[in-house]
DNA sequence: ATGTGAG
DNA sequence: ACTCACATA
């Protein structure tokens, strides 16, 4: 699933408003490490996201979810200069703009950014130089810069797609296997591969963590060349790299419990604002629904038991919820 | 245990 | 929003 700076919204009418205050929310995050205000502008933003008509002022804007004094004079002040001085000190500072660079690195976050600029490290150059102060994530999103920000053709997808499965199958045919993201929404172009395995010996009911199916399945994948670098391996989650052509590809592979695998499908499939939209149809219609289950909210507020998932129909008809084929959940 | 990061 | 994996402590 490819993830947004920024939650587009096209017919917005408060859309600049938003965007000043998302990109105060990712600076107060990035730069200064507070989370409260980050989630306070964010708050503020998505209200003023699905508010249908266009604020006039401050005043008028206070009265909405998550707006306060401090948030208000600033929509005044970008009203009435139609810009903002804080915005504008941002885009200056150096900081902020390293930080922007060095986190480019899969695994360098805004705290290990502000760690490397105590240490003198600035650019992408300086990280090469300086590889001791990275850890095993770190280097390898440092070798794969170019790829990992590099879009995959579906083509490719669809070749690795084919070894995938002919390797695993030859494993134990017993595995479910699916590609989901923006392949299964049908997007000519992908971020990364988001494989979803399942297989009938593994439920949710079983004590967890020692199996070694998805060890298995990996190690399958990197004895014919398939994988080519491992960020992590958990018993339930792998990250790591493939390559099939001239690029390595961001890989992640999940297993997934037998009996939950079809809320996962649907929920890796996404898009987020999809998933986000159906979860909220379901609340309404009396339904709790997760990457994992579907359950009934009874008269007392508490979900009862998972219901049965056969397909991902099932969880579409139990909410009533028209069925939406995965190429109509690019919203 | 806690923090960081990814998705 | 929430979970998983990993690196520290």
């Known amino acids: 699933m490819i993830k947004r700076k920024l939650p587009e919204n ?22 200064s490490r507070n989370i409260y205000k980050f989630n306070a502008y964010r708050k503020a933003a998505s209200t003023l996201a699905s508010h249908p008509v266009r604020i006039k002022s401050g005043q008028e804007a206070k009265k909405l979810n998550g707006i306060g004094d401090k948030i208000a004079s600033k929509l005044d002040e970008f009203i009435e200069t139609g810009q903002l001085e804080k915005v504008k000190k941002i885009r200056e500072d150096n900081t902020n703009s390293i930080i922007n660079t060095l986190t480019r690195v899969s695994g360098i976050g805004p705290a290990k950014a502000k760690e490397l600029i105590a240490d003198g490290i600035e650019t992408i150059e300086d990280l090469r130089k300086h590889t001791e102060k990275l850890n095993h994530h770190q280097i390898i999103g440092l070798k794969y810069l170019e790829d990992f920000e590099t879009k995959i053709p579906r083509e490719e997808i669809e070749q690795i797609e084919v070894v995938m499965r002919s390797k695993i199958s030859e494993l134990d045919s017993q595995f479910e296997i699916i590609i989901c993201g923006s392949y299964r929404r049908g997007k000519q172009e992908s971020g990364d591969i988001d494989v979803l395995i399942s297989h009938p010996s593994y439920t949710s009911h079983d004590t967890k963590s020692d199996n070694k199916l998805l060890e298995n399945v990996v190690n399958v994948l990197k004895s014919c060349q398939l994988i080519v670098e491992t960020i992590s391996l958990g018993s339930v989650k792998f990250m790591g790299a493939c390559r099939i052509a001239k690029r390595s590809r961001r890989l992640d592979i999940r297993l997934t419990p037998y009996d939950q695998y079809f809320c996962a499908v649907l929920y890796f499939t996404g898009s987020d604002l999809f998933n986000k939209e159906m979860r909220a149809h379901a609340l309404n219609n009396g339904f709790t629904l997760n990457e994992y289950t579907l359950r009934k909210i009874g008269s007392t507020g508490v979900p009862g038991e998972p219901l049965l998932v056969t397909c991902e129909e099932d969880i579409f008809d139990y909410i009533d919820y028209p069925y939406k084929k995965p190429e109509e959940r690019n919203i």
Do not use: H, I, R
């Open 10 to 31: 096209s017919n917005n009418v408060n859309n600049d408003f938003c965007d000043f205050l998302m990109e105060l929310a990712e600076y107060e995050k990035n730069v």
